[in-house]
């Protein structure tokens, strides 16, 4: 089986920067997915990390430590409209299916 | 504009009184899924297809079935919908299986009465 686990929720400051951390227990997984999910929207793709290190995507980045079961979503430059969940996704191994983590509640305050 | 389309966007019903939800998509993916995320909680999958293939998740209710009439449509019916199935039913669609983005549509809440 697999268990995800993020913070429920986190606060930070506006221009600030913020990491969220993904830590996970698995028999094996092909890949590891940050989505965000606005309230009362569908969530929408933010990074994919298959292989340990940092990805970098404008003022996201998503790193990995398959040895660690150990991810993170780093914002930067924070803005009013990230305010929202992010959820850790993992492949499941030998499969495509997507195991969710609860997400992580972020309010970005003035 | 909108490529997985979800409608209604809000669905009430009866307890006990069947219900369908419907997805559509202009992607041309060949998998989608389906979704289940009450409040708070992790969308969690509930069924998938691989082009005609139907993927029953072990743990998802004999209650909840799908269909999938062709490539860009796919159906959610709840049988005999009950209060524990009031959510929020995700549709979403990757382009084929492994290691692909998978795309959401808005998703509709449902409110069982």
């Known amino acids: 089986g697999q268990n995800i686990d993020q913070p429920t929720e986190m606060t930070a400051t506006e221009g600030a920067i913020v990491q969220i951390n993904c830590t996970y227990q698995?028999?094996?997984?092909?890949?590891l997915f940050w989505y965000q999910q606005h309230a009362g929207e569908a969530p929408t793709f933010l990074s994919y990390?298959?292989?340990?290190g940092l990805e970098e995507k404008g003022r996201f980045s998503s790193f990995l430590s398959r040895s660690k079961g150990y991810s993170y979503l780093l914002l930067k430059e924070l803005q009013m409209k990230d305010s929202a969940s992010y959820l850790c996704?993992?492949?499941?191994?030998?499969?495509?299916?997507?195991?969710f983590g609860k997400g992580t509640k972020l309010s970005v305050i003035p | 504009d909108a490529m997985v389309i979800q409608n209604p966007r809000y669905q009430v019903t009866q307890f006990g009184k069947p219900v369908t939800l419907s997805c559509s998509q202009t992607?041309?993916?060949?998998?989608m899924y389906w979704y289940q995320q009450k409040s708070s909680q992790a969308p969690k999958l509930l069924f998938h297809y691989y082009d005609k293939d139907f993927n029953n998740e072990a743990d998802t209710p004999d209650n909840f079935q799908s269909r999938r009439p062709n490539t860009s449509f796919c159906f959610l019916d709840i049988r005999s919908p009950g209060l524990g199935d009031a959510a929020m039913y995700l549709c979403a669609t990757s382009r084929d299986g492994f290691r692909e983005i998978q795309y959401f549509g808005a998703g509709t809440r449902l409110s069982v009465l």
């Open positions: 992607l041309n993916h060949n998998v």
């Open positions: 990390n298959v292989l340990d």
């Open positions: 996704a993992l492949v499941r191994a030998g499969s495509y299916q997507l195991t």
């Open positions: 698995t028999s094996g997984f092909n890949g």
